[in-house]
């Protein structure tokens, strides 16, 4: 099969990154212009988030399929090296991996179990060293990454052309039996809720995600998307409450924890006083959103929340402005047009317009070249008219 | 019908760690070395502790009521306690009450609220209090206690103690010269300016083994509190190491310049408030620089400046001052020392 | 700007744009030399002096002056100014001018009087512009008064102490004592303590305009529905 069959196969499919970014995956397997060859092809059996278990698992039960389907990547990519990086509380999924990897030449890595080290960027560097650019792409630095339950979901949809249906999604905080669901796309999560034996007394919040990036859901009717990857219905015992903001103390802990290295208090007060320019500057949009810098906090600022309305401020600014440029182009080009077709008109009046006795009249308008040109168009003519006329009238 | 939930933003799970618990944890930091304090200058030193804590809540909770603010969420943040402790600890035990209130008061109204309350302070509130009252009362703030062990005398009783800070009132049973006395730094100082040398100067009674007598105890206290500071992440370890590490080392090349008129690192670190500077004051983060590496350079400019001041200026001790001065750097220091973010060309 | 009234002039220069609480002009001697209550007002008074006849000066010969040499002839007018009247003092104050030292000199570089000659003096006649450097002269001395007073009165626990330096003989008796036995609060005198004062100063002004701004606004409130009425 040719590798561009083989990509609109696998978008047809709708494979997706079921990590919970749900990138389009096709579009990740197109190296062109970006690298030549990728040095590392590296599979993320890094869960997102505490509590998420469904990577885990599906590592763990399903660990040659999800080999099969690193086969297409890896036929696709061309890596040099193959590398399959697991958290190292898994030890279950890292033997099974590593059981179906054999004769493979797939390395299966332990990382350290460290939030965020399931987030892509930080994966890399744990597994490679290399820090994908701020600027760029991780293929720019001859990497790219892929969930082991997307490589899964693609063996599925090239060896037993099943498009993705389903995902497996992990179900738990105060439910009867929390556990792993393989659910069909749609599903509500009351039904999935049901199916684990219903809520425990003293649920508080539902959320969709794990519980440093998740989004928390204000009703169970919600179904089953690519992107669920967890549902925690979550009682106060295990969450925290909302607690009473402090002033910032400045007292750096969100600088010792960002993954990012960013400025935490720096971009916190730059957003606050709507300063978008200077959050910038302090590189906003290279926060992954981990949330490690509130949960530390002491003077408990709901930081992310701060990055996310800078982020969307700047983003309306950016449309605002780009739909200011477009009007004014628009503008712009309605005026050239009106002023062109006035021109038109008006070399066409002249046309049409009877012999003027006195060809005078192209005196005052020597200095427009079109008009003159018009006009001198037009004198050969009226002079012949004049002349028939004079004809006539002889 | 579906269930109903609360919808709050991510992340849902917070650290247990609050403003209050940093600020308590200072003040258990600080007991090792107020303890030694006690143990060499007597009741003076808890009865200052007791006077700056009282004063600092009342005015603070006086200011928090007139901007409006929650009492009970601000006054248990233990902020304005640590002020209190801080600067109680820096004063002479025998401060008569007057002073102690006025450098809270300051401290608290002027260096805190004024600015803009818990947070917003450019300067270390504590220490604008003291250098306030060094400027103004340098008699009252240059009197300190004979240390225990050196003069029989020293041992005044709780209500002694209480007569002399209240009524200015000294036991008649002392000669007034046997009670107070002038700190070895400030000893060093007077007598390396009447042209002695260091050697001659260190075999007065007040020095002790490396520094000043009792004084090395006290600092010995806080060294032990403050390693545990920094142990626990309470307090960022690159301000003291940069600032005991700035203050060794030009200490110890004056020192191999010139032995006979600069005192030896070793007791530049152990004397006045260097150490208690390094752990407790220099630290506070409000005031201090924000990034790693700025902490660094914050942290040794203060050492250097302790020194300058010390050796050449124009007080015996310098920390305050040199903690003020940096307080206005810290921003500049912060802009300039921005580390560098995941994925940036290393320049 | 030529119908300013005598009034809005006066105040103007003492209230709405002193010198030293709003525009924040000749900080210099301000802070220097508000030690006490004399010496504030001995350098308030001079300056006044100075800014009076310097102004008249400027506005008389504004017509004359080109604009593009204007600020060198405005500098060389005050420097004669201030000259004659360091001499002034010298001669007829010398307690004062030991204690006021290099400042008197040092009004020719006070912005409040260049900034009054290019601001108002040279665009208005001579007797507004005269009017405006004594106003402006006067609110000066107000601040310096009020702020000598504060560090004085804080510092050494007096008022008015060395009034004989500008009154004689009679003005030994004008100086208040506050408190018997007062320790002193050397902050105050210290040039910190100027700038301490001076940031409460502005802040209590601030606070009255504040109240005062407060007071005028429900008035407009009510009056405004009966004017749409009407």
Redesign the interface.
């Known amino acids: 099969m040719h590798p561009s069959d083989l990509r609109n196969a696998i978008r047809n499919a709708g494979v997706v990154g079921l990590g919970g970014a749900v990138f389009p995956s096709a579009v990740k397997m197109n190296l062109s212009g970006h690298c030549e060859r990728l040095d590392h092809l590296i599979l993320n059996g890094a869960e997102c988030e505490p509590w998420m278990t469904c990577d885990d698992l599906i590592m763990r039960e399903r660990a040659e399929e999800i080999v099969a389907g690193i086969h297409i990547l890896a036929h696709l990519l061309n890596p040099q090296e193959v590398l399959i990086g697991i958290e190292d509380d898994k030890p279950e999924a890292i033997a099974a991996m590593r059981a179906a990897c054999a004769g493979t030449g797939y390395a299966v890595r332990p990382v350290p179990t460290r939030y965020p080290s399931g987030g892509a960027k930080q994966l890399t560097k744990l597994l490679t060293n290399k820090e994908a650019p701020f600027k760029g792409r991780s293929t720019d630095i001859g990497v790219q990454c892929f969930n082991v339950a997307t490589a899964y979901t693609l063996h599925r949809a090239v060896n037993c052309g099943e498009p993705v249906i389903s995902r497996i999604v992990t179900v738990t905080g105060h439910v009867a039996r929390p556990q792993n669901i393989d659910a069909l796309l749609g599903t509500a999560f009351a039904d999935l809720i049901a199916q684990c034996g219903g809520y425990l007394d003293g649920v508080e919040r539902l959320i969709m995600g794990g519980p440093m990036m998740g989004f928390a859901m204000h009703t169970d009717a919600m179904p089953v998307t690519k992107a669920t990857n967890c549902i925690l219905a979550a009682g106060l015992g295990e969450l925290t409450p909302e607690l009473p903001v402090m002033p910032c103390t400045r007292c750096g802990d969100c600088v010792d924890v960002c993954p990012a290295n960013l400025l935490p208090q720096q971009l916190y007060w730059h957003a606050r006083a709507k300063e978008f320019d200077k959050a910038q500057d302090y590189h906003l949009f290279s926060c992954i959103e981990c949330g490690c810098c509130s949960y530390v906090c002491p003077s408990h600022i709901p930081l992310v929340q701060y990055y996310r309305y800078a982020k969307n401020e700047i983003w309306a600014q950016e449309k605002e402005k780009q739909r200011a440029e477009l009007a004014r182009q628009r503008h712009q080009a309605r005026m050239e047009r009106l002023e062109r077709e006035k021109q038109e008109r008006e070399a066409k009046l002249r046309q049409k317009a009877p012999a003027r006795p006195e060809p005078a009249i192209a005196g005052p308008e020597a200095g427009k070249p079109p008009i003159e040109a018009a006009i001198a168009r037009a004198r050969p003519r009226s002079e012949t008219a004049v002349a028939e006329s004079g004809e006539r009238n002889g | 019908m579906a269930m109903r939930f609360k919808t709050v933003t991510s992340p849902f799970v917070l650290l247990d760690t609050s403003v209050g618990l940093v600020m308590r944890r200072v003040l258990y930091a600080m007991l090792p070395g107020i303890a030694a304090l006690a143990w060499f200058f007597g009741w003076g030193v808890l009865v200052n502790l007791v006077i700056a804590t009282i004063m600092a809540l009342a005015a603070e909770a006086a200011l928090l009521a007139a901007r409006g603010k929650p009492l009970a969420l601000y006054l248990g943040d233990y902020s304005a306690v640590v002020t209190a402790w801080l600067l109680a600890v820096s004063l002479p035990p025998l401060a008569p009450w007057w002073l102690t209130t006025l450098g809270i008061l300051f401290a608290i109204v002027v260096a805190k609220h004024l600015y803009g309350g818990l947070g917003y302070n450019p300067f270390n509130p504590a220490m604008v209090g003291y250098v306030v009252l060094l400027v103004s009362f340098p008699r009252e703030m240059s009197t300190w206690l004979i240390p225990h062990g050196i003069d029989q005398a020293h041992a005044m009783t709780l209500l002694e103690t209480l007569q002399a800070i209240f009524s200015g009132v000294l036991p008649a049973r002392f000669a007034p010269d046997a009670l107070t006395g002038a700190t070895s730094l400030d000893i060093l100082r007077t007598k390396l300016g009447l042209g002695l040398t260091v050697t001659e100067v260190r075999n007065s009674p007040v020095f002790g083994i490396v520094a000043g007598h009792g004084w090395e105890w006290a600092a010995l206290g806080f060294l032990v509190g403050g390693l545990w500071l920094v142990y626990i992440r309470a307090a960022a370890w690159q301000i003291p190491s940069g600032m005991l590490g700035g203050l060794a080392v030009i200490a110890t090349v004056f020192y191999l310049i010139d032995p006979q008129h600069y005192a030896p690192p070793w007791f530049h670190l152990w004397s006045g408030a260097a150490i208690y500077g390094a752990f407790f004051i220099a630290t506070d983060p409000v005031t201090a620089s924000a990034t790693p590496r700025g902490r660094l350079i914050y942290g040794v400019g203060i050492g250097i400046l302790v020194y300058i001041i010390r050796a050449f200026g124009g007080y015996p001790d310098g920390v305050a001052f040199a903690v003020l001065l940096m307080n206005i750097a810290a921003p500049t220091i912060d802009l300039y020392t921005r580390p560098r973010v995941f994925g940036e060309r290393r320049a | 700007m030529s119908e300013t009234g005598y009034l809005k002039i006066l105040k103007d220069g003492v209230w709405t744009q002193n010198t030293g609480f709003v525009v924040l002009l000749g900080l210099c001697p301000l802070l220097a030399t508000s030690n006490s209550v004399v010496n504030g007002v001995g350098m308030g008074l001079a300056t006044t002096l100075a800014l009076f006849i310097s102004n008249v000066a400027i506005s008389l010969s504004r017509n004359l002056v080109r604009p593009e040499v204007r600020i060198p002839v405005f500098i060389m007018v005050i420097a004669c100014v201030v000259t004659a009247v360091e001499l002034a003092i010298r001669g007829f104050l010398p307690g004062l001018y030991t204690a006021l030292g290099i400042f008197i000199p040092l009004i020719v570089t006070n912005c409040c009087v260049l900034g009054r000659a290019e601001s108002f003096a040279c665009k208005h006649g001579m007797l507004k512009s005269g009017m405006d450097g004594i106003a402006t002269g006067l609110g000066m001395t107000l601040a310096l008064a009020l702020l000598g007073a504060l560090r004085e009165s804080l510092g050494q626990g007096t008022l008015f102490s060395q009034a004989d330096l500008l009154f004689g003989e009679w003005g030994k008796h004008l100086t208040l004592h506050l408190a018997s036995d007062y ?6 005198i ?1 040039p ?1 303590g100027a700038f ?1 004062g001076l940031g409460c100063l502005i802040a209590v002004k601030n606070v009255f305009d504040a109240r005062a701004q407060r007071r005028i606004k429900p008035a407009v409130a009510i009056a405004g529905p009966r004017e749409a009425g009407a």
């Not at chain 3, 320790?183 to 105050?188: D, E, K, N, Q, V």
């Open positions: 320790r002193g609060f050397l902050l105050a210290l910190p301490i």
